[in-house]
């Protein structure tokens, strides 16, 4: 048996009707506007039916595990790393592989330039992890949107987020360019250096050594030597680090609830969040937040 919406740590957002009136007939971004957005983390159980379709496209962006598209009478895997953009008013269901729940970011959108979107993207395109694919420059894109529309809403509020979402989606459009456009080193030089990138980029996964090494190019022995060698430390611990450090950021920035910021760094319940940020930073998370500290 399926379940829509529910999740520990799951987070949404869904513009009222009477905005969406409002907004579809912007001269601004009425061409592009969100219906509503969310992210959901290891959602075992996931399941969405629509049989007569949906009124708006949908836009899934896959960061961990795996599910499945079930449209015209086809089944379709989606894995990490894979994003799709579904149809409007097509019958269709999607949902979580129960032994590998995946982990989404999802939008519904319309518009008339969503039809040109949903035509391009209507199978699972691969966002391959490398140095240029700047993959967390585009989770703090959806970040941005979600923000925005947390606040009080007002037209202002859903054009600048409606036009950031163009932002957005073109970066998966536009994938070379969105990872090229910015000044970049042509080569990231030295093990530490790439390995941190790509633990960066990931932030939100469950990375094993093999994953980090493969990514490196080297073996995982000589990855683990290497990197012991550079920073006394090995190369998951230093990871874990690394999403304590982001977890700090979250705590004093959003308003995220502790589940919700276990779940997006890839912690899977809080309580393991929990007594890892402890363990780490020496006061519990929600001490931390209480105290107002200071980066």
């Not at 980090?212 to 998951?236: C, D, E, H, K, N």
């Not at 779940?263 to 006061?283: E, P, W």
């Amino acid at each position: 048996m399926g379940i829509e919406t529910g999740f520990p740590g799951e987070r949404r957002i869904v513009i009222p009707q009477q905005f969406l009136d409002l907004i579809q007939d912007d001269p601004l971004s009425g061409d592009l506007y969100i219906h509503s957005l969310g992210y959901m983390a290891h959602a075992r159980h996931h399941l969405v039916e629509r049989p007569n379709g949906d009124d708006a496209y949908i836009f899934i962006y896959c960061v961990w595990g795996s599910g499945f598209i079930r449209i015209r009478q086809q089944t379709i895997p989606v894995k990490a790393n894979q994003y799709i953009v579904l149809p409007r008013k097509t019958p269709l269901a999607y949902g979580a592989e129960n032994d590998d729940p995946w982990s989404i970011y999802w939008i519904r959108f319309n518009g008339e330039k969503g039809k040109i979107f949903a035509r391009d993207m209507e199978s699972p395109i691969t966002v391959p992890p490398s140095v240029h694919i700047r993959i967390e420059q585009r989770i703090e894109l959806f970040e941005n949107l979600y923000a925005v529309l947390c606040g009080t809403l007002s037209l202002d509020r859903l054009n600048y987020a409606n036009l950031a979402f163009a932002h957005f989606i073109a970066s998966f459009r536009f994938m070379k360019l969105f990872g090229t456009v910015h000044e970049q080193p042509r080569h990231i030089e030295g093990i530490v250096n790439r390995v941190t990138h790509f633990m960066n980029e990931n932030i939100d996964r469950k990375l094993t050594i093999d994953e980090i090494a493969r990514f490196a190019g080297y073996s995982p022995s000589y990855l683990y030597r290497q990197f012991v060698r550079q920073t006394s430390m090995a190369p998951i611990d230093y990871f874990i680090h690394l999403k304590i450090n982001k977890a700090t950021i979250y705590l004093l920035k959003t308003s995220m609830t502790i589940s919700q910021i276990a779940a997006k760094l890839g912690f899977g319940n809080a309580d393991h969040f929990s007594r890892t940020f402890k363990h780490i930073v020496g006061i519990s998370a929600s001490e931390f937040r209480k105290q107002d500290f200071r980066l």
